[in-house]
Antibody, heavy 118, light 108 residues
Framework: EVQLVESGGGLVQPGGSLRLSCVAS????????MSWVRQAPGKGLERVSG????????SYADSVRGRFTVSRDNSKNTVYLQMNSLRAEDTAIYYC???????????WGQGTLVTVSS | EIVLTQSPGTLSLSPGERATLSCRAS???????FAWYQQKPGQAPRLLMY???SRATGVPDRFSGSGSGTDFTLTISRLEPEDFAVYYC?????????FGQGTRLEMK
């Protein structure tokens, strides 16, 4: 059974940093690209970052480029999202999803809430 | 960036009725890379349709998808109480991957 479990969310002050993790199981992790998708309170879905199976190819939404960094450790079946210089508008539930450009996002984690507030 | 515009924003229908949700793209999207998701309150999005018209595992056959180019449609033939949710379209063939703003399907 495919499972994705996010962690690392919480309350952080504007300008602060947070690292999210997503542990995957039930599939050959290094064969799949992975995505981070966020959803602000009461709003729609925004894909903020993605990473290829080997970790060499990465992509970012304009809204987070230069502040967020995606990475993965295939030995630990884990994808990370390092979030720096956080702003109030980054407040959202962050979902990890299997898939990316050209590959359907068929499995999603339960999400982790990030709140940026003083 | 491919912008996806969903209509209507909210659709009020009764169980047993037919629902038709639309998604229009700002430029042509390959039908192979077009999907629909369902999201219920407090839950993660759930994949419904991929490749425009293929149902994901476990999705009942009252759900169907169609379309090509810039116009895509999700149809629910006879609404069941569990179908009332928010639906998002997505294109994942061109970077950046984009979603529509969602259609809220509410019970009348």
């Amino acid at each position: 059974e495919v499972q994705l479990v996010e962690s690392g969310g919480g309350l952080v002050q504007p300008g602060g940093s947070l690292r999210l993790s997503c542990v995957a199981s039930g599939f050959t992790f290094n064969s799949y690209s992975m995505s981070w998708v966020r959803q602000a309170p009461g709003k729609g879905l925004e894909r903020v970052s993605g990473i290829g199976g080997s970790g060499t190819a990465t992509s970012y939404a304009d809204s987070v480029r230069g502040r967020f960094t995606v990475s993965r450790d295939n030995s630990k079946n884990t994808v990370y999202l390092q979030m720096n210089s956080l702003r109030a508008e980054d407040t959202a539930i962050y979902y990890c999803a299997r898939g990316g450009v050209g590959v359907i996002s068929d499995y999603w984690g339960q999400g982790t809430l990030v709140t940026v507030s003083s | 960036e491919i912008v996806l515009t969903q209509s209507p924003g909210t659709l009020s229908l009764s169980p047993g009725e037919r629902a038709t949700l639309s998604c229009r793209a700002s430029q042509s999207v390959s039908s192979s890379y077009f999907a629909w998701y369902q999201q219920k309150p407090g839950q993660a999005p759930r994949l419904l349709m991929y490749g425009t018209s293929s149902r994901a595992t476990g999705v009942p056959d009252r759900f169907s998808g169609s379309g090509s180019g810039t116009d895509f449609t999700l149809t629910i033939s006879r609404l069941e109480p569990e179908d009332f949710a928010v639906y998002y379209c997505q294109q994942f063939g061109t970077s950046p991957i984009t979603f529509g703003q969602g259609t809220r399907l509410e019970m009348k």
